[in-house]
């Protein structure tokens, strides 16, 4: 699927997931650094490529954070600025697909996007060093391990993709993730 976007054009190409989940991630993953955000039937699991490597909270806190496995993944999505790598389970098999901006192709219809910063709600553990892990708590007793790049606050950033419809009204058709960054809407 293609559609139309402000100085580029919206991009899905479905992918054939295979394998080792980890190694897998690392080897069709198209960028450079990544965060990963995963469901999984066991918790929420945060991670980050970088240099090649995927790491998960689990390596660090072995024990205290469950493991990134394929049997347990409901739906997953590694981001960057440059695109997004989905995947959601269908019966007992994972689905994937790419998202990227691309040139556009002929006849498409004009959209346009909107960049949203949103909270990571909970507060990180004293210590937390940028390039590792850290545990947030919710104030219902929630913890997740979140790879910090920046210093706290840490948000979550969006991109929402906008159509026109007939009647000339913008409906939001689709959104990614781009990053988590200590930035948030001041940037």
Request: aromatic residues 10%; without cysteine.
């Amino acid at each position: 699927m293609t559609a139309g976007l402000n100085g580029g054009w919206l991009r899905v190409e479905p992918l054939a997931s295979a394998g080792d989940l980890r190694s897998w991630l690392t080897r069709v993953w198209p960028f450079g650094a990544a965060w990963l955000l995963a469901r999984a039937d066991d918790g929420v699991i945060w991670g980050m490529i970088a240099n090649g490597e995927l790491r998960v909270g689990g390596d660090e806190r072995p024990g205290e954070v469950r493991p990134l496995r394929r049997e347990t993944v409901q739906d997953l999505k590694v981001f960057s600025p440059e695109g997004e790598l989905r995947l959601w389970r269908r019966d007992a098999e994972l689905r994937a697909a790419l998202v990227t901006t691309a040139d556009a192709p002929p006849g498409q219809h004009f959209v346009t996007a909107e960049d949203r910063s949103f909270p990571l709600l909970g507060s990180p553990d004293n210590g937390q060093q940028p390039g590792s892990f850290s545990r947030y708590r919710g104030g219902a007793g929630q913890q997740h391990f979140v790879p910090v790049f920046d210093l706290p606050p840490l948000w979550l950033d969006a991109r929402f993709y906008y159509a026109a419809t007939d009647s000339g009204v913008l409906r939001m058709f689709e959104y990614r993730l781009l990053s988590l960054s200590g930035q948030g809407d001041q940037r």
